[in-house]
């Protein structure tokens, strides 16, 4: 598979537009595209560029997600509230989401906002970094269609369900995890597929409890409920797949019970007909001022000195270095600073063919 580089203005002014045109208001567009190329920044292939067509334009014109969002504060305390996103852009009703719980926890220590009716977000560490770079603790996970098997089962109950922690520090890039509760996510196996690569052994089962590792057949299994990803740890309790079952299920409530969503198979987008409909996703934010426990700076220091100390520890044989959560991200934005989003040749047809719908003939792509 080949790739093309393009700047990152000139593809992010071609995404608003692309959002726009699908219905999607200017500003909001900006969000969106935003937080999609922030993916691509950070080296996140899976969640980047190659789901612009698939994940958001393809559901907007299926009518299963609204381009205008409508965000609607159904409930509201001091540190808390619940949020209907009616189906709208995942990315604006996270940024909203967790804007006001950044301002509840600016006032009161703490803020947390539950969704419920949202659609795919993209990133759960986008929305984590923004608490973090407002000298809060962020924390945030959502809830998915069906994907992984509880430990012992073989049927995709629950979502890949990521669960994100951004963390200050005083280093030139945040404490930022950002992880499924699987051990490998769909975005990544199609990724996988899109380049022709299998999908590594133990990662996804059939449902006779064998790996599967044929990229592009696991993806439609997925969809039919014939294959589940594995949760981290694996399967059974040998390799303590039962703690990622158990995280899993922790965001699934979270991203449900809170806010009276969807859950489990309620998410998997298909009517009993066999129809497509949205997705109804659910999802939490949570911010914490570090101002209400220590100066921020006394904060940053120790967070500092505990990440520079597990860098600094004995590296196994044959190992160049440690890194900490976020540190990779950090290196592959500024080495992509310069170079541009890396577009591969699959991607770069979605992009072509969205252009040339829209009749966006101002956009020529290097790679044409």
């Known amino acids: 598979m080949s790739y093309a580089c393009v700047s990152w203005d000139f593809i992010e002014k071609f995404a608003v537009d692309v959002f726009c045109g699908y219905g999607v208001p200017r500003g909001d567009a900006a969000v969106c595209a935003d937080v999609l190329l922030e993916s691509d920044r950070r080296g996140i292939e899976s969640h980047g560029l190659n789901r612009l067509k698939p994940i958001y334009l393809d559901r907007i014109k299926e009518k ?20 209907d996103g009616h189906d709208g852009m995942g990315q604006v009703i996270a940024t909203k989401s967790m804007s006001l719980a950044i301002e509840k926890a600016k006032k009161f220590g703490m803020g947390m906002v539950a969704v419920r009716n949202s659609t795919h977000y993209g990133i759960a560490g986008y929305y984590t970094g923004m608490a973090s770079q407002n000298g809060c603790i962020g924390i945030s996970g959502t809830n998915a269609r069906p994907s992984i098997a509880p430990t012992f089962g073989v049927e995709n109950m629950l979502g890949t369900n990521p669960l994100a922690f951004g963390i200050p520090t005083d280093e030139p890039f945040d404490f930022s995890l950002d992880c499924a509760t ?60 039962y703690k990622g079952f158990g ?13 009276g969503g969807s859950f489990l198979k309620q998410l998997n987008g298909i009517d009993p007909d066999g129809t497509k409909r949205s997705y109804h996703l659910g999802h939490f934010f949570i911010a914490i001022d570090v101002e209400a426990f220590l100066p921020l700076e006394t904060f940053k220091k120790t967070v500092g000195d505990i990440l520079r100390a597990l860098r600094a520890s004995k590296k196994a044989p044959g190992a160049e270095r440690i890194y900490t959560a976020g540190e990779k991200e950090y290196l592959v934005r500024l080495e992509r600073e310069d170079t541009g989003v890396p577009v591969n040749d699959s991607v770069q047809k979605e992009l072509i063919s969205v252009r040339d719908e829209l009749g966006l003939a101002q ?4 790679f044409e």
Request: hydrophobic share 40%; glycine share 12%.
């Open 363 to 366: 956009y020529r792509f290097p």
């Open 247 to 259: 995280y899993a299920t922790v965001v699934e409530i979270f991203s449900a019970a809170l806010q």
């Open 64 to 83: 299963i997600q609204n381009p205008i969002t409508n965000f609607e504060v159904v409930k509201e305390g001091t540190t808390t509230a619940v949020v």
């Open 182 to 241: 699987s051990i490998i996510q769909r975005g990544k196996i199609e990724t996988l597929a899109r380049k022709g690569l299998p999908t590594p052994s133990g990662t996804v089962i059939g449902e006779d409890g064998l790996s599967l590792t044929d990229s592009e057949p696991i993806l439609a299994a997925l969809l039919k409920g014939k294959a589940a990803l594995t949760p981290l740890g694996g399967l059974g309790e040998e390799l303590a797949g």
